[in-house]
């Protein structure tokens, strides 16, 4: 399936999300082509006489703006949502989530997880994901299949999973996928050792060396705990961004999730190295984490993401919620109202993202030559009137229930409120697999 002509889209507002900011246009229409290519953003009045247009969409009372990316997600883990709620993140993990994790997670919990998780996420408005999890391959799949841009975190750690025995398998496992779905536009691939307290620096280092050789980016989870960074300094002396500084680890090409528990020297450090950050402000209240010092990092230069992490512990993939609890966090982690305005947040859950996945040439914003990953927001309800800046009420105002439409790569993947495509059946389709996994996960929690 893909756009037949060169499509245009008349709107009453469009955000451009660019580099320089997130620049709002009236009366304004967007252009792209067979390719799923932006070729014309600006005044409705200024490109509805364009040339060689096959198909025009009208949506007067609506906002067109890029869509969300949802730069740290454990996807299949969206059927585990519930399971383990109102607890500390250490215990969260050792007491329910690898348990369960070590009885459940298969190819087909991983391929009904990840559906179920792409279906609440292109309905919510976010077009890119990235997902760090087991089983990539299906994953891969999955995000084809419903026309989702992905970046497949390959996961890595010390320890056996159903997944793999050991680091050595981990990272054979996720470079063989990454192999065979390295020619596809909608994917793309990162290493993913999972945190600093589950892998060695031998592990790090081997990573780090597939990572440069292979010229992929670097995710983890970093300093998400106040537990983890004690933890870190009695065993080592070292805090772990410095040991990951140590290792070489940090730079243009890693990009960390959470980094909650950052001092002055972290902060200066990760700045210093050019590393982006993936703020998760639901997760990291849900778990206690604590408040991650956003503004601190945005004032020191360092580029910030954001990420829903999985539904297990946020139970909701839902970008919108993320940008405006990251934007109100940072006013009282900052104590100060102007600290993370409207135009940061916007920029953390568009163009922060494709930064931190190096995917800022493809997709993240509205211009020339960028893939045609876009979302309308009708305007039309009493919780979206009146609009006075629409910046503003895109991070503040607005909600997914508010996402009409969706593209990704110019291909439309939500219409009027519904999935299109291969994801349009995805609920009653998979009825019958969550309901059996649901009654294995209340058998686990007995």
């Not at 292109?122 to 299906?138: I, K």
Request: a negative charge.
């Amino acid at each position: 399936m893909s756009p037949i002509g060169n499509t245009l889209i008349c709107v009453r507002w469009l955000i451009t999300g660019t580099a320089t900011g997130p620049h709002a246009i009236e009366n304004a229409a967007l252009i792209f082509n067979e390719a799923g290519v932006i070729t014309a953003v600006g005044k409705a009045a200024d490109l509805a006489s364009s040339e060689n247009i096959t198909n025009r969409i009208d949506l007067q009372n609506h906002l067109l703006a890029p869509g969300l990316i949802n730069a740290h997600c454990h996807a299949a883990m969206s059927l585990l949502r519930g399971a383990a709620d109102d607890l500390p993140l250490h215990r969260w993990l050792q007491e329910r989530i690898w348990p369960m994790e070590g009885e459940l997670v298969d190819d087909d919990f991983v391929q009904t997880g990840t559906q179920l998780a792409v279906a609440e996420m292109l309905l919510g408005g976010t077009t890119t994901c990235v997902d760090m999890y087991f089983y990539s391959r299906t994953v891969a799949r999955v995000f084809l299949a419903a026309g989702m841009r992905g970046v497949l975190a390959l996961p890595v750690i010390d320890f056996p999973t159903r997944y793999a025995s050991d680091a050595d398998a981990y990272i054979a496992t996720g470079l063989s996928v990454r192999d065979e779905f390295a020619d596809e536009p909608l994917l793309s691939f990162a290493l993913a050792p999972h945190a600093p307290y589950t892998i060695s620096d031998a592990t790090f280092t081997r990573v780090l060396a597939f990572a440069n050789e292979l010229g992929l980016p670097v995710h983890t989870h970093l300093q998400e705990t106040e537990l983890e960074v004690t933890d870190a300094v009695a065993q080592s002396g070292e805090r772990p961004t410095a040991r990951l500084a140590r290792l070489g680890a940090l730079g243009p090409d890693f990009f960390a999730a959470h980094c909650v528990h950052l001092n002055e020297d972290d902060i200066a450090t990760l700045a210093h190295h050019g590393a982006s950050v993936v703020h998760c402000p639901s997760s990291n209240l849900k778990l206690a984490s604590g408040l991650a010092p956003v503004a601190q990092m945005l004032a020191a230069g360092i580029n910030v993401g954001l990420g829903t992490d999985g539904a297990a512990s946020n139970n909701r993939l839902d970008m919108f919620e993320e940008m405006r609890l990251a934007a109100l966090i940072g006013k009282v982690q900052a104590n100060d109202a102007s600290a993370v305005n409207a135009a940061q947040a916007f920029t953390m859950a568009t163009l922060g993202g494709a930064r931190a996945t190096g995917l800022a040439n493809v997709t993240g914003s509205l211009e020339v030559g960028k893939a045609t990953d876009l979302i309308a927001l009708a305007l039309d309800s009493p919780g979206m009137t009146p609009l006075f800046d629409p910046v503003s009420h895109f991070v503040y105002a607005a909600s997914r229930a508010d996402v009409s439409d969706v593209w990704v790569a110019g291909v439309q993947r939500v219409k009027d409120g519904a999935l299109t495509g291969a994801a349009a059946h995805t609920m009653s389709e998979l009825a019958p697999s969550i309901q059996s996994i649901r009654e294995r996960v209340t058998a686990l929690r007995k």
